[in-house]
């Protein structure tokens, strides 16, 4: 992979050709860095809330009630140049104001800026090739004080990297959970195939445990702390 300087990223954000980096509103020349492009904080939120529940389930037991991950966060917006407050310890699910769109030999890491990582804020988000939507933006405040954050200001950075050969993010028969959002997006991680899987082998094993078919390997001997062990 190959870091795209400024020059590239000016020629391919002004091309019209269809693999070339399409980014919008770029509201400012200067949000074009030397190798990174400066992205704003869009309009909307998804807040995590505390709730009854012991944790987040990815998928039902006997024992508990599925509930869906989108009830543990509460929607907000804000409009340009408002204060959205991220509280310590905080996940917020937001986007960028920006609407990408990546070529099928551009990789994209998103990263904070500088200013706000010595804020306690954290965001790290890779996008592949082919990916389009505004850019996803898991916001964490890792300090002990709230940070105020307006709506429209540059909160993060893209850094583009060309890679050697066109690899597309969507293809056939692959099924793709965050293509094309333009607003945030739960974790859908309970439709991950394994799961399915990985449930149904835990079912058999507790089957055959209840059944008698099933034998644990035995223990370790536990040797008294005054005894030595054996030669």
């Known amino acids: 992979m190959r870091l795209l300087t ?3 990223l000016v020629a391919s954000l002004s091309s019209t050709d269809a693999e070339s980096i399409h980014l919008d509103p770029l509201l400012r020349p200067d949000q074009v860095g030397q190798v990174t492009v400066d992205l704003r904080l869009g309009y909307d939120f998804l807040v995590s809330v505390l709730t009854r529940s012991p944790a987040v389930e990815l998928r039902p037991t006997p024992e508990s009630k599925f509930r869906g991950i989108q009830t543990y966060f509460q929607e907000t917006r804000r409009t340009l140049g408002e204060r959205f407050v991220l509280y310590p310890h905080q996940l917020v699910l937001a986007t960028t104001v920006e609407y990408l769109s990546l070529p099928s030999n551009i990789y994209t890491d998103i990263s904070v800026r500088s200013s706000y990582a010595r804020l306690g804020i954290g965001v790290s988000t890779s996008l592949q090739p082919g990916w389009r939507g505004c850019v996803p933006l898991e916001l964490f405040n890792h300090g002990n004080t709230p940070v105020e954050l307006v709506v429209g200001s540059c909160i993060c950075q893209a850094k583009f990297f060309a890679i050697q050969n066109q690899v597309s993010y969507v293809r056939e028969g692959a099924t793709r959970k965050y293509f094309g959002s333009i607003r945030p997006v739960v974790s859908r991680a309970e439709r991950d195939k394994d799961l399915a899987v990985l449930a149904r082998l835990a079912d058999t094993f507790y089957q055959d445990v209840g059944d008698g078919g099933f034998t644990p390997p ?14």
Request: aromatic fraction near 0%; hydrophobic fraction near 25%; charge should be negative.
């Open 218 to 231: 035995p223990s370790a001997e536990v040797i008294p702390e005054d005894q030595p062990p054996a030669p």
């Open 6 to 8: 400024h020059e590239e």
